[in-house]
């Protein structure tokens, strides 16, 4: 079944989306028959005593808390409005924030129950001030997190650790099982002047993460966003994560990321053969 896990609407601050109806009704002119609306949950109350970078990160960074119910009910009137033409699923996508472990388990018991999907990410590291915004530009996680840390291979490292422990961590019930883009910390990666590849070291770290996830029985955000920015031009994850994926018959869950309307469907052609 032609299924796309990973949209965003309307209630995201930094995407283009006029009306989240015209992306169904897109999406089922294109042959999807699966759909999944995953907005970017509130960031925890209290993150402003952490956050760290450019302030635009963090107010265009998810939808605002009081906006939930409204995104909620909206959502499930289009999925009533357009049952018999495709299957709808209404959740979040979720960031882990290790500090507001408590929070997160709060809002998911709250919200959990009238979600049927959703996806956990990691969008955020440690670094210079604070937490820092490592897929917002060049700059800011050059300056912010590489720098700080010492090495573009460093942050690589934080980052995966950062996810393992996002699958490790207790959310409680409702918790997302399906990781989003686990290749995110490389998204800059043509515009360094340093090795981005993977360490001996940061290669066993992400098969230690796909055990876990085969273990645990989560699936991967399969996310073609990575093939339209500039800086990376390919899938999250990377083709040898996917296919070491797919050895360990993780699901993998076609994610266009769309934060517009022309992003609907956008890649699919290109990873069909991989789900």
């Not at 422990?165 to 918790?175: N, P, R, T, V």
């Not at 590849?197 to 989560?218: C, F, G, T």
């Not at 073609?224 to 994926?245: E, H, N």
Request: proline share 3%; aromatic share 14%; hydrophobic share 30%.
């Amino acid at each position: 079944m032609k299924r796309d896990g990973h949209t965003h609407t309307e209630f995201c601050p930094h995407g283009k989306v006029e009306d989240t109806e015209l992306l169904i009704q897109r999406a089922i002119s294109l042959g999807f028959k699966e759909y999944s609306i995953t907005e970017h949950a509130p960031l925890p109350t209290g993150i402003e005593k952490f956050a760290a970078g450019d302030p635009n990160i963090w107010t265009t960074a998810s939808m605002a808390s009081n906006d939930v119910d409204n995104y909620l009910k909206q959502m499930n009137n289009l999925r009533k409005k357009y049952a018999s033409d495709i299957i709808i699923h209404i959740g979040f996508e979720l960031d882990y924030f290790s500090e507001f472990e408590g929070w997160t388990r709060d809002f998911l018991t709250e919200y959990g129950p009238q979600t049927d999907d959703g996806i956990l990410s990691v969008h955020f590291l440690e670094g210079d001030g604070g937490l820092r915004g490592i897929d917002y530009s060049f700059e800011e996680y050059k300056t912010g997190v590489v720098d700080y840390l010492g090495s573009f291979e460093k942050a690589q490292k934080r980052y995966y650790q950062k996810v393992l422990a996002s699958l490790e961590a207790d959310l409680g019930h409702f918790k997302p099982t399906r990781l989003g883009h686990i290749s995110l910390c490389q998204k800059f990666e043509r515009f360094f002047d340093e090795s981005i590849h993977y360490s001996s070291e940061n290669k066993a770290l992400v098969h230690i993460l796909l055990d876990r996830i085969q273990q645990e029985k989560y699936s991967l955000d399969l996310n073609t966003a990575g093939f339209y920015k500039q800086g990376y031009q390919q899938s999250y994850p990377q083709v040898w994560i996917t296919k070491k994926a797919s050895e360990l018959e993780i699901p993998l869950i076609y994610g266009s990321d769309t934060h517009s309307l022309t992003d609907i469907g956008r890649g699919y052609e290109k990873i069909k053969s991989w789900i």
